[in-house]
């Protein structure tokens, strides 16, 4: 049976979240973050379930408590796991349908493929042993129905991937490529691999817009996201003082170039650049490009720039027209290079 991965916009059982706790990188500004995922997680239930992997139960009932209405309650689900971060959208299950005519018309199927990469860190940077174990330890539990498919030989993060759906796996040639993680395989190699593995039809590798303080070597998600009906939201640099500037012109030109697997072109949606953010002299990669898809809203990341942060919320209305447009501030978030994106994992209808 030939399977495929869904688009973010399929319809949705609902998302996972990684809780932050004292162990992680997130110690020093606990409180903040935790209240960042609060909101989200009350965002989210709206629409969905919310799968929450956690060390302690306790810890996320006491900081939910009080802000999910008990009609609610049923949808906010919690598995104990040691955990050594939050990025649910690297170590989080890739989730394959059949492709049917049921899966074309948002029907759910009980026989998903649960793909389980090797999450190593992003290249062995940061400790990841933990992680990398979340997804056997959810299908153990039996938290999602489907067959897990362990990939365990072959490093792949779903931050560094962007699927419209039909065939079509849009990737970035500086993270794919990069050290410490498929190496011997060169570009071929990888690609063939990828083309297996997510049963995709082609790949099409981006070369530029590697953003600042990015630590993932590059993650598609934060320069580009396929929208509805052959739309491309990218990030353009509009400062020419900006160091990052003219790598993300040669981004543009190269969106320019790419037709859709039908030989049309794309159409594309400018989302501005933040201006910069800094944190203790270092500069973030704050991204309007990391927002996070749900079943009938999307979570767009903000970061206290009402000019930028306007135009993003309406570039992202464009695409998404028929869904509600719920700004959260991101700024706690950044300061683990990271955003709302990142932070979370979706599933198919049926999966959770």
Not at 18 to 28: A, S
Not at 122 to 134: V, Y
Not at 248 to 265: C, M, N, V, Y
């Amino acid at each position: 049976m030939r399977y495929i991965l869904p688009a973010e916009w399929y319809p949705q059982s609902g998302i996972q979240l990684t809780w932050p706790h004292e162990g992680t990188d997130w110690r020093p500004y606990l409180s903040d973050i935790t209240k960042t995922f609060v909101e989200i997680v009350c965002d989210i239930v709206r629409f969905e379930k919310v799968l929450i992997v956690t060390p302690s139960t306790e810890i996320v009932e006491e900081a939910l408590r009080g802000f999910i209405p008990d009609d609610l309650r049923k949808r906010v689900i919690i598995h104990e796991c040691d955990t050594n971060d939050t990025w649910a959208r690297d170590h989080g299950v890739i989730t394959l349908l059949p492709d049917t005519e049921d899966y074309r018309k948002g029907i759910q199927q009980d026989d998903a493929l649960l793909l389980d990469f090797r999450f190593n860190g992003w290249g062995e940077k940061f400790p990841a042993a933990l992680d990398n174990q979340i997804t056997s330890h959810l299908c153990e539990r039996k938290a999602f129905h489907g067959t897990r498919i362990s990939h365990d030989d072959f490093v792949l993060e779903g931050g560094s991937i962007e699927s419209d759906g039909k065939g079509t796996i849009f990737t970035t040639s500086q993270c794919l490529l990069a050290i410490h993680r498929n190496q011997p395989l060169n570009r071929k190699g990888i690609e063939r691999q990828l083309i297996k593995r997510l049963h995709a039809q082609r790949i099409v590798w981006l070369d530029h817009g590697n953003l600042l303080g990015d630590d993932t070597d590059g993650h598609i998600d934060t320069i580009l996201r396929i929208a509805p009906n052959d739309t491309l939201l990218y990030v353009k640099s509009g400062n020419e003082n900006d160091p990052q500037h003219a790598d993300f012109q040669a981004l543009e030109r190269q969106l320019q170039s790419i037709l859709t697997i039908e030989g049309k072109p794309y159409r594309l949606l400018p989302l501005p650049m933040p201006d910069a953010i800094y944190d203790d002299g270092e500069r973030l990669p704050a991204t309007y490009a990391n927002f996070l898809v749900l079943n009938e809203a999307v979570l767009c990341p903000t970061y206290a720039q009402p000019h930028h942060d306007g135009i993003a919320l309406q570039t992202i209305a464009a695409a998404f027209p028929h869904r509600e447009i719920i700004p959260i501030d991101a700024r706690t978030i950044i300061r683990q290079h990271g955003s709302i994106h990142c932070l979370t994992m979706q599933y198919p209808i049926g999966v959770i």
